[in-house]
């Protein structure tokens, strides 16, 4: 099982931004509440249930994308425009008993134009359990 809790952003550029964040990880995706301003506390856990061996969970990305949203019915995920995001391999996170990434903050940038700085950050915790691991504190 792989968990991330997207905690908090910070530094979002814009004026009265309401964002959104949508992790996806091994092909499933998860996106928090909509919150207010440039400094928004998510605190929202997702569960990710993978089946695969250690070598091949090494080879997947997690991939965090913050957009500005508006108003939006289901579906219209797409047409919501991009904030930043954040990539990363799995193979990237440091070796132990369990993959974990505690309270890191990760620099959002723009996919389409990396020459562009910044575009804020978020705080997230992830980590990965394996049958019969506890979950750390």
Same mark, same amino acid.
């Given at each position: 099982q792989i968990r991330v809790r997207v905690i908090e952003g910070r530094q979002l550029s814009g004026n009265?931004? &309401?964002?959104?964040? &949508?992790? +996806?990880?091994? #092909?499933?995706t998860h996106r928090t509440r909509i919150k207010r301003g440039n400094n928004p506390y998510f605190d929202e856990i997702f569960f990710y249930n993978v089946h695969m061996t250690p070598s091949e969970l %090494?080879?997947?990305t997690v991939s965090i994308r913050v957009r500005k949203n508006g108003a939006c019915s289901k579906g219209c995920w797409m047409h919501i425009a991009l904030?930043? +995001?954040?990539t990363m391999m799995f193979r990237t996170i440091p070796v132990s008993s369990v993959? %974990?990434? $505690?309270?890191?903050?990760?620099? %959002?940038? @723009?996919?389409?134009d990396t020459n562009s700085g910044a &575009?804020?950050?978020?705080?997230?915790? $992830?980590?990965?359990? #394996?049958?019969? @691991?506890e979950p750390p504190v």
């Open positions: 009265n931004i &309401k964002p959104v964040v &949508k992790v +996806h990880v091994c #092909g499933q %090494l080879d997947e904030f930043g +995001h954040f993959f %974990l990434v $505690m309270r890191k903050w990760l620099l %959002l940038n @723009d996919p389409e &575009k804020g950050y978020i705080k997230v915790s $992830m980590f990965v359990l #394996g049958t019969g @691991d």
